[in-house]
């Protein structure tokens, strides 16, 4: 387990807690890879079926990148707690779930961070948008973009778009997500310079 | 890596080789050997401790099955450790050990794939300071980091505090560390200088120790 880094993005808060490579139910261990389970815990309420969907699709792209051969027949656990939703809530849990994997000190092939998108009905492309935002928009895109290729981990849509207003939007994302990544560099460099 | 004279380079924690280059798996500071066979690793802080071969570790007994104990390292897995493996222990001649003492060894075995198994005497035979460790003392945990900057030579840390107060210490590379000094409040003292060095700067620590001898 780890000093949970929270991450926020605006308004957007979420804390990530990751305990692992721990040793695994029977049930649940894999022979040759670490067994990857992710929790998303809204701010109110119980999880629901919208929580586990967004589990599953963390776990896909945390599964991409943590090098689970390393450590078979163990269960690494990532518990994310939202503080507050102010939008992009899906790329604020992707990022505090990269961080998260950082902290730990888990082996990892490259880092990820997620990107939002909202396409409004005019077709202007707003990255990061607010709650409000969200909802005038026709569509919603949700990428994880890694860090070695700029390829995309995971994409998701909520809402209609056409091809090449996706292709436009994963370009802004692409490049956004440089940001992100020097944001995850200056995090680092000065907690290691610390000691 | 383009104009390094040629010759074996080795691949520590945190690199692995992938295909023709190298793979970075881990954030931390690049640190580099150029003696004997050169070697290149991450320096990363972690709390959590996988097993590595030849770690001298502090694990604490958590059952007994038959002729085997199973010790707690702090790992994925509980360790197994051998009745027979103490000095001078035989068939006949049983060590007295109990679940819940604390025991210093050292790794035999410890690969991805099998679990871990430890012991208590070196390649000849010898205990070397390794063994079930006495009553009294205080265990607590800290970062791994931390515990190699401790077993750095002539760490500053414990030459200072060992002109506070005469002290014993056990460091495991689980990031375990057991203290003992002569009053409950004297171990109580190192234990809180130990745990906050790893955030306290040089400076900070001698103006805390300094109060302290001075009391």
Redesign the interface.
């Known amino acids: ?2 000093i949970p880094p929270s991450l926020s993005a605006g308004d957007t808060s979420v804390l990530a807690g990751l305990y ?5 139910k029977l049930s649940k261990e894999l022979p040759d890879r670490a067994a990857l389970e992710v929790l998303l815990r809204p701010k109110v309420g119980l999880p629901g079926v919208l929580e586990r969907s967004r589990e599953q699709q963390l776990r896909q792209t945390c599964e991409a990148v943590v ?1 689970g051969v ?6 690494i656990t990532l518990v994310l707690q939202v503080l507050s939703d102010a939008g992009s809530l899906l790329s604020c849990c992707l990022n505090a779930a990269c961080m998260g994997l ?1 902290d ?6 490259s880092l990820f961070c997620g990107v939002t998108c909202a396409l409004s009905p005019d077709g202007t492309i707003t990255l990061d948008p607010t709650a409000r935002q969200e909802q005038e928009a026709r569509a919603v895109l949700t990428f994880a973009i890694d860090s070695s290729e700029k390829k995309v981990l995971m994409a998701t849509t909520k809402g209609s778009c056409s091809v090449e207003e996706m292709q436009q939007c994963l370009v802004m994302a692409q490049r956004a997500a440089d940001t992100i990544f020097q944001f995850y560099r200056d995090a ?1 460099h000065r ?2 310079s ?2 | 890596t383009g104009a390094a004279p040629a010759g074996r380079l080795l691949c520590g924690p945190g690199l692995r080789r992938s295909g023709a280059g190298l793979l970075v798996t881990k954030c931390g500071l690049l640190r580099h050997r150029p003696a004997g066979p050169g070697a290149y690793w991450v320096d990363s802080q972690q709390k959590r401790y996988v097993p590595v071969k030849g770690d001298h570790v502090l694990g604490i007994v958590t059952a007994k099955a038959g002729d085997v104990f199973k010790l707690d390292v702090g790992g994925s897995e509980p360790a197994s450790l051998s009745y027979l493996a103490f000095e001078g222990a035989t068939k006949r001649n049983r060590p007295n050990v109990q679940v819940g003492d604390l025991i210093y060894g050292q790794f035999l075995v410890a690969n991805k794939d099998m679990e871990p198994e430890m012991v208590c005497i070196d390649s000849s035979g010898k205990s070397s300071g390794m063994g079930i460790i006495g009553q009294d003392g205080f265990l607590f945990k800290v970062s791994l980091g931390l515990i190699r900057k401790l077993l750095a030579p002539k760490c500053e840390i414990i030459q200072e505090l060992s002109q506070l107060y005469p002290f014993e210490l056990v460091l495991g590379m689980n990031g375990r560390i057991w203290v003992k000094a002569k009053t409950v409040q004297q171990t109580l003292i190192i234990v809180n200088i130990l745990e906050a060095s790893e955030y306290m700067t040089a400076e900070q620590r001698r103006q805390a120790l300094a109060k302290l001898s001075g009391n």
Request: charged share 15%; hydrophobic share 40%.
């Open positions: 387990s780890s692992g490579p721990a040793e695994a090098l390393l450590h078979p027949r163990t269960a950082l730990a000190g888990l082996p990892l092939s680092l907690r290691y610390k000691s």
